[in-house]
């Protein structure tokens, strides 16, 4: 069996998918005190090619991000746009819906990787890409291709 099919064992972001960023992201920001961080609608522009279950997607989500000392806490409210987002919380309701790991140019060959080790491929935009863990981890994979 490969060892670390992931790559690296850091964590840089967890994600809770939330019907309001704005009030998310505010109530939280309340909570830590620290002014809250701007929302904004990712993939307007439709720049980013994203895939859905196999199929094209516009893939728009407001998204709110808080860096924190450790790692980054993502607010995301999906928009009608079929997204694992949209249907996380159309089925599941708010709740944490990913952790990342850093996949350092390789997010797609990692993502075969995972595969087949029996975690399908979500979703994928240029730079990140979901992979289905939830049935053994409770959460679903991110591999998010960025420094």
Same mark, same amino acid.
């Given at each position: 069996?490969?060892?670390?099919?992931?790559?690296?064992?850091?964590?840089?972001?967890?994600?809770?998918?939330?019907?309001?960023?704005?009030?998310?992201?505010?109530?939280?920001?309340?909570?830590?005190?620290?002014?809250?961080?701007?929302?904004?609608?990712?993939?307007?522009?439709?720049?980013?090619?994203?895939?859905?279950?196999?199929?094209?997607? +516009?893939? #728009?989500?407001?998204?709110?991000?808080? *860096?924190? &000392?450790?790692?980054?806490?993502?607010? /995301?409210?999906?928009? !009608?746009?079929?997204?694992?987002?949209?249907?996380?919380?159309?089925?599941?309701?708010?709740?944490?819906?990913?952790?990342?790991?850093?996949? +350092?140019? #390789?997010?797609?060959?990692?993502?075969? *990787?995972? &595969?087949?080790?029996?975690?399908?491929? /979500?979703?994928?935009? !240029?730079?990140?890409?979901?992979?289905?863990?939830?049935?053994?981890?409770?959460?679903?994979?991110?591999?998010?291709?960025?420094?």
């Amino acid at each position: 069996m490969e060892r670390n099919i992931l790559g690296t064992t850091l964590v840089c972001q967890v994600a809770i998918v939330v019907a309001d960023a704005e009030r998310a992201a505010r109530r939280f920001a309340e909570l830590i005190g620290v002014e809250p961080p701007r929302v904004f609608v990712a993939n307007e522009d439709g720049s980013d090619t994203v895939t859905y279950r196999g199929e094209p997607s +516009r893939g #728009r989500v407001k998204l709110a991000f808080f *860096k924190m &000392e450790n790692l980054d806490l993502e607010f /995301i409210e999906p928009t !009608d746009d079929p997204t694992t987002w949209k249907e996380f919380l159309d089925t599941k309701g708010q709740g944490v819906h990913h952790i990342a790991f850093k996949a +350092r140019n #390789r997010m797609l060959d990692t993502a075969a *990787k995972l &595969e087949r080790f029996g975690y399908p491929l /979500i979703q994928h935009g !240029d730079r990140y890409a979901y992979v289905e863990s939830e049935g053994d981890l409770g959460v679903i994979l991110e591999l998010l291709d960025i420094d």
